[in-house]
């Protein structure tokens, strides 16, 4: 009888297959309890609650979305009252957009469903290694230029 064969070592020391193999089960896990418009308006929801009013084209830059994609969340979002829109004060052809306290509630519900993801995803790892693996991806993409996603 053989042992379970494994991945080559080739591969299994690469940072990159790791982090490729891992950013599909994390997408995976993510699908299972947050569909693909509940991830959007989290990442909406979180890039507005962070920075404050944000323009759509600011939004669209700081998570990497398209901005016909931004629009189209924004306008589902103010539809359900969790984000408001106003032109901007300083640029009146543009607007600004900013999370509501309707918009803070959902965002909550939705970090609910995904603290429970990075659970699951890394319920291999202690609290400390959790937050040495934060803090070590952080330093690797802070040292390389923006890409989009």
């Known amino acids: 009888m053989h042992d379970e064969p494994t991945p080559p070592l080739a591969l299994r020391t690469l940072v990159s297959w790791q982090a490729g193999r891992l950013a599909t089960l994390g997408a995976r896990l993510t699908g299972a309890r947050m569909p693909l418009e509940v991830r959007s308006d989290f990442a909406v929801l979180s890039a507005l609650d962070d920075n404050g ?3 759509q084209a600011d939004i669209g830059r700081v998570l990497g979305l398209d901005r016909n994609n931004v629009n189209g969340i924004v306008v589902r979002l103010e539809g359900h009252g ?3 829109r106003a032109p901007d004060p300083a640029d009146r052809r543009r607007n600004v957009v900013t999370v509501t306290p309707t918009g803070r509630a959902r965002l909550a519900e939705i970090q609910g469903h995904a603290d429970a993801v ?3 995803l890394l319920a291999g790892l ?3 290694e959790r937050d040495d693996l934060i ?3 952080g330093k690797v993409l802070a040292s390389h ?3 989009p996603v």
């Open 53 to 55: 009013p944000l323009s």
């Open 82 to 84: 969790a984000v408001s």
């Open 118 to 120: 990075q659970a699951e």
């Open 126 to 128: 202690s609290t400390a």
């Open 135 to 137: 803090r070590l991806l």
């Open 145 to 147: 230029p923006s890409q």
